[in-house]
Nanobody, 123 residues
Framework: QVQLVESGGGLVQPGGSLRLACATS????????VGWFRQAPGKEREAVAC????????YYTDSAKGRFNIFADKAKNTVYLQMNSLKPEDPAVYYC????????????????WGQGTQVTVSS
């Protein structure tokens, strides 16, 4: 049974940093690509970054490039999203999902979501 559990969200000042974690179970990170997505109030869910542990590759959307870093700890079956230089436009509920496509989209077939973790950026 595949499960994804996010943690690490919270309140941070503009310019600050947060590290989100997505603890996975029911599969190994070599099998599925995993992605981080976010959804702000009144907006559609959007991709942030994805990682393919098996291919040793990452994908970042324009909003994440240069500020966010996605990486994985295979021993812990956990995917992290290090977010730096957070901006007022970054607040959202952040979700992880698996499997994702090489283009960092959700696959059309069966896929899984975590419950999300709230990120708030405010001074």
């Amino acid at each position: 049974q595949v499960q994804l559990v996010e943690s690490g969200g919270g309140l941070v000042q503009p310019g600050g940093s947060l590290r989100l974690a997505c603890a996975t179970s029911g599969f190994t990170l070599d099998w599925y690509d995993v992605g981080w997505f976010r959804q702000a109030p009144g907006k559609e869910r959007e991709a942030v970054a994805c990682i393919s542990v098996g291919d040793a590759s990452t994908y970042y959307t324009d909003s994440a490039k240069g500020r966010f870093n996605i990486f994985a700890d295979k021993a812990k079956n956990t995917v992290y999203l290090q977010m730096n230089s957070l901006k007022p436009e970054d607040p959202a509920v952040y979700y992880c999902s698996a499997p994702t496509t090489p283009a960092c989209t959700v696959v059309r077939g069966p896929h899984h979501w975590g419950q999300g973790t709230q990120v708030t950026v405010s001074s």
